[in-house]
């Protein structure tokens, strides 16, 4: 009798714990660009298909700057949701990851990523995100219809790219996009450039990050802010090119009103919502370099999924799992059949389509033949946030390369001491 | 001659109202035109009528907008707005009564107090650290604390100058008549307020309404969404959808507007002896 | 205008102190000492002290005067306070110039008088987001409004916003058409409050110049400085307009303080714009207190 009662009494204990043990729900933090929403969207799906007892509801929030100060004020004060999505690289870094993020080193699915994106998000042995999306390209988006039509090679050096633009003005379309109404987009020529520094400046990640080399009077990186110089000053960008926005910058692109478009292949997941049908009439070439012997390209690790250290109990190990299964070849099937990829998958044994966009192969080819070279914000955990501005102050004629070189060099010293790095 | 007068300045008073409706009015029936018509005819910004009239169709696709978030972002912007003037109103006119009235050292004190805030920008993330430490973050109740210590200022400055018109006899009579400093308040000075509260209630409403910054930081979550936030979003997320940009500002004018026609009589008559004086 | 006749006599101190500290009891302060102590005294206080430590959110070193060092020799700030300056002397000095005339106009008996108070009044009632959206597609270099109106008369048309010489202004402009409302109903309270005998008077004497010169503009004095005090701190304190229709841009062009300090917050350089925010408030306090002083003493001479 009285064995009776206690295995009720146990019963009546344990029954609500399991059954509050049923469903675990779990917010996940991404910021609300429509590819990637729609990436995660599809993920989060699917995993909840598979495990009906974990629920994930998708939070979004602004992306660019603004998102960047949500998600560190949020891990500040402790008010993070259970997991997010965020940049891997120095963005990652100014978390204060070791401080907020769950190490997820010991994890097994580690071993299903990729060897290069592990650096990308770790700080000393540990590591805390894994790979969500692909991986994508910085170079110039062409317009494969007007190549064609002014009968033009695919330039391998910066004095060939000069040539193409020439015949390109002359048959009365712009040369090259500038879409200053969105700053983020006026990057390009400075990050995309990477692949160059370092064939010119070998090891400059290393330097730069020790307060050894500056872009200033390195000529190598300083090549890139005398890019866009150059394009201000041969007139090379279309009309009304200072407020013009990414999205409509992408139409003129896809209606070849404009040839090129230093841009991130990320775009191309834009262009096939909007254009579905121009989309294959883009090309990619990587940015071209001094030396059309050293022609390369620079690759964008794709951004991380992480677990922030207030996640605790159930709700971790729901979130653990969820990242097992972002960190699987299943996952990344999930991604394609949801987004067009927009580079190779950073998940071992992961494949892309045949049908992946003529884009993505012209990048695919480039990495396959061993020509990459991650970005300078993969290497280096200094990012100094004003280059934006300096670029288009640069591309619409106040300063020059060179002032705007030092100028960045200035807001990169206050990056560095805002991480508390040795040396600076 | 004096007709000739009479006529130039019928002349210039047309010119003016002209001028008038162009500057003021056609910004409006911009917004109104392009919330009418469809994604493609928006996007290119032309000044003409819809090839389609699309308008109640464009707000009624902003209203339903991921589950009827609009509704939601509407209420919370209500319950922020009346809440918080609720609050700036009552506070405000304690300070101002008892400042105007006894003019001390202690209320130069408060009144420069009052002036730093109107001048320093609120600082946002000691803030949240001390809305954390009360645990109000992320709460509605939190974010109306805030918005009614940042607008006190204002509200306090114009009350107090509006407390001056108002006769000391009066507060005498009270006093004789044998009422406490509680009854004196909130029967008799506050009523006599009420033309400078009405101009407090229009103002600050408006600012607290129109506010996205303040949300934005202290009340983030999807569930905490306030209208100008829903703005935002659709700025990020559909930068090709002015179609559905401009129906959201209409959604979001639309409160505002109905205080102020509401009110609108009024204010006037509240600056009149407030804000003028300064 | 009725306070200045009612002062001098309630000045009078009739009360007993007595009476005076138990009707205006310190009580009334409280509930608002409380709010304002709590949600602005005690962040502001925490500021300053953040503003002289390298402040991650994460934790705070304490490294003195080296955040204003850096804010001083940020080399945008002299194009950032050159800005500030400019678009608060335009904003201030054009709202005073403009709705002066407007409110007398507003207050001259037209037919449509209430319309136009209505209408004037519109841009105050959206938000700072709506009027960007609205102005940057209107001020859209090739196909907006603007332009398109320019070119059908046969005038330039300019790139409004993406002009580097030219954005701060048009920002400004959009500026003064959102203000303009305030304003104009300010002089509109303060033309209403003269008392008629003044206009009575000076309609013997001549025509409607005479009344604008002798009566409306030294009447409506208090009105003029209530409007350049109001839209003068508004203009040095300005974000949000700026913010939703150049971002500062392009370039830094358009860049004044606060989107300066706002863009170093975004960087996660929190003592630094922290920093910052207290050089503006030192800034506005040695401008606005003597502007401040000099118009009560002008007052006084009324």
């Known amino acids: 009798m009285r064995k009776l009662l206690f295995s009720v009494l146990l019963l009546v204990l344990l029954v609500p714990i399991s059954m509050a043990q ?40 602004p992306g660019g700057a603004e998102g960047d100060n949500i998600v560190k004020t949020r891990l500040a004060t402790d008010d993070m949701t259970d997991i997010f999505f965020y940049n891997a690289g120095s963005l990652l870094q100014a978390l204060n990851p070791a401080q907020t993020l769950v190490d997820i080193s010991d994890q097994p699915f580690i071993d299903n990523i990729v060897e290069s994106f592990i650096p990308t998000v770790s700080q000393g042995d540990a590591i805390y995100g894994v790979p969500t999306g692909t991986a994508m390209g910085g170079g110039i988006l062409y317009n494969k219809a007007v190549y064609e039509d002014l009968g033009l090679e695919i330039p ?33 020529f400075v990050l995309a450039d990477y692949y160059n520094v370092e064939q010119g400046a070998p090891g400059f990640a290393e330097q730069y990050t020790n307060n050894e080399a500056k872009y200033a009077d390195t000529p190598a990186a300083l090549a890139g802010f005398e890019y866009m110089q150059q394009a201000y000053e041969l007139g090379w960008f279309q009309q009304d090119y200072a407020t013009e926005g990414f999205e409509p910058g992408l139409a003129l692109l896809a209606n070849g009103e404009v040839a090129h478009y230093p841009m991130l292949t990320f ?76 580079g190779p998958y950073l998940i071992e044994g992961a494949t892309l389509p045949d049908t992946v966009l003529p884009a993505v192969q012209d990048l695919a080819a480039y990495i396959d033949a061993g020509n990459s070279f991650p970005a300078l914000e993969f290497l280096s955990p200094i990012k100094g946030p004003n280059l934006e501005q300096l670029m288009v102050s640069v591309g619409t004629g106040q300063m020059t390369a060179q002032e705007a070189a030092e100028n960045y060099d200035f807001d990169v010293e206050r990056q560095a001491q805002q991480l508390g790095l040795p040396g600076w | 001659m004096t007709i000739r007068n009479n006529l130039t300045r019928t002349l210039i008073d047309i010119i ?142 114009i009350l107090r100058a509006f407390m001056a018109s108002i006769p000391r006899e009066i507060d005498e009579a009270a006093i004789i008549d044998g009422s406490s400093p509680w009854q004196l308040f909130f029967y008799v000075i506050f009523p006599l307020l009420r033309p400078a509260i009405i101009t407090i209630v229009v103002v600050s409403a408006v600012v607290i309404y129109n506010d996205f910054t303040l949300p934005l930081y202290f009340l983030p979550g999807s569930e905490n969404v306030t209208a100008q936030l829903t703005l935002f979003s659709f700025i990020s997320q559909f930068s090709s959808r002015w179609d559905l940009l401009f129906a959201d500002v209409i959604i979001i004018t639309i409160p505002p507007l109905i205080m102020y026609i509401f009110f609108q009589r009024e204010i006037v008559a509240g600056l009149t002896s407030g804000a003028v004086k300064g | 205008m009725t ?125 700072a987001v709506a009027v960007g959206i609205t102005f940057s597609s209107l001020m859209q270099p090739s196909d907006g409004l603007i332009n398109l109106a320019l070119e059908s008369i046969g005038l330039p048309q300019p790139d409004w916003l ?56 030294p009447l409506s004095r208090n ?80």
């Open chain 3, 3 to 127: 306070n200045k006749n009612t002062l001098p006599t309630s000045r009078k101190k009739k009360t007993q102190p007595a009476t005076i500290s138990r009707m205006y009891s310190y009580w009334f302060y409280l509930p608002a000492a409380i709010v304002f102590g709590v949600f602005f005294l005690i962040p502001t206080g925490l500021a300053f002290y953040f503003s002289l430590t390298r402040w991650t959110l994460f934790d705070a070193t304490f490294i003195g005067l080296e955040n204003y060092e850096y804010f001083f020799r940020d080399p945008q700030l002299l194009t950032a306070l050159r800005n500030t300056f400019i678009y608060a002397i335009l904003t201030s000095g054009s709202k005073v110039i403009i709705s002066l005339p407007l409110a007398l106009l507003l207050t001259s008996g037209l037919r449509l008088q209430s319309f136009f108070r209505s209408v004037i009044f519109f841009p105050v009632l959206i938000s």
């Open chain 2, 16 to 157: 003016t109202l002209i001028v008038v409706s162009i500057v003021f009015i056609v910004p409006f029936v911009f917004i109104f035109l392009t919330a009418s018509k469809t994604q493609a005819e928006a996007a290119m910004f032309e000044f003409s009528l819809p090839s389609q009239f699309r308008l109640l169709e464009n707000l009624w696709e902003v209203i339903q907008f991921r589950d009827y978030r609009m509704v939601l972002a509407l209420w919370n912007s209500f319950l922020l707005t009346v809440g918080s003037v609720l609050l700036i109103v009552i506070l405000a006119a304690g300070v101002a009564f008892v400042v105007q009235r006894r003019n001390d050292r202690m209320a130069s004190l408060v009144s420069t107090l009052m002036l730093t805030g109107l001048i320093i920008p609120p600082a946002v993330v000691p803030t949240i650290f001390v809305l954390q430490e009360i645990g109000l973050y992320k709460t509605l109740l939190g974010l109306i604390f805030v918005e009614v210590s940042i607008q006190l200022p204002f509200a306090v400055l």
């Open chain 3, 162 to 217: 993406g002009d580097p010489d030219l954005a701060l202004y048009s920002v400004i402009m959009i500026d003064i058409w959102k203000g303009i409302g305030i304003a104009t109903l300010i002089f509109i309270a303060g033309i209403t409050s003269i008392p008629t005998e003044y206009f009575d008077a000076a309609s013997l004497e001549g025509g409607a110049w005479v009344k604008f010169r002798h009566v409306i503009l």
């Open chain 1, 156 to 188: 391998t050096s910066w004095d060939e790219f000069v040539a193409n633009n020439e015949v390109i003005a002359e048959a009365g379309i712009a040369p090259v996009m500038a879409t200053f109404g969105d700053t983020w987009t006026s990057q390009l």
């Open chain 1, 22 to 61: 049923d469903t675990v729900t779990l917010t996940y933090l991404v910021d609300d660009a429509e590819i990637n929403l729609t990436m995660n969207q599809a993920l989060v799906d699917e995993f909840m298909a598979q495990n009906p007892d974990v629920n994930i509801i998708v939070e979004t929030r």
């Open chain 1, 267 to 342: 775009a191309l997941g834009t262009m096939e919502t909007n254009f579905p049908d121009q989309v294959n009439d883009i090309g990619f070439f990587a940015l071209p370099g001094p030396d059309a012997e050293a022609n390369g390209v620079t690759i964008w690790m794709p951004q991380g999924t992480y677990i922030p250290q207030t996640t605790e109990g159930p709700q971790l190990e729901a979130a653990l799992e969820f990242l097992a299964f972002i960190a699987s070849v299943e996952g990344t099937e999930v991604i394609t059949s949801a987004v067009a990829p927009q």
């Open chain 3, 223 to 302: 009105a003029t400085f209530t409007v350049i005090l109001l839209s003068f701190i508004g203009g040095l304190r300005t974000f949000e307009i700026v913010w939703t229709t150049t971002r500062g841009g392009p370039g830094f062009a358009s860049d004044v303080l606060t989107s300066v300090i706002y863009k170093q917050y975004q960087a996660g350089f929190y003592g630094l714009s922290v920093a910052g925010n207290v050089v503006l408030f030192i800034l506005i306090m040695s401008l606005v207190y003597p502007l401040m002083r000099f118009f009560n003493r002008m007052e006084l001479e009324l």
